[in-house]
């Protein structure tokens, strides 16, 4: 069989910005939820690797935050 790859001709700069907008809508709710746990916001860049997105979603949900401290 004779396979083709199929490149997508559409307009960079187009394709950055869909990427920039979705980067966005990925990082900015996990840059918030670390900073209420007493973290660094930049713990929300891991919102854009594959697979470790999930385990800091784990560990955001069991992890004590500071109201359930007291704080």
């Known amino acids: ?3 083709e790859v199929i490149i997508s001709e559409g307009n960079p700069i187009m394709s950055m910005v869909m990427f920039l907008l979705f980067a966005a809508l990925a990082v900015i709710p996990f840059w918030k939820l670390w900073s209420r746990t007493g973290h660094s916001g930049f713990w929300g860049l891991l919102a854009l ?3 470790v997105n999930v385990v800091a979603l784990w560990i955001l949900a ?6 359930d401290r007291g704080e």
């Open 1 to 3: 069989m004779n396979e």
């Open 62 to 67: 069991f992890k004590r935050w500071p109201m």
């Open 49 to 51: 690797i594959p697979l």
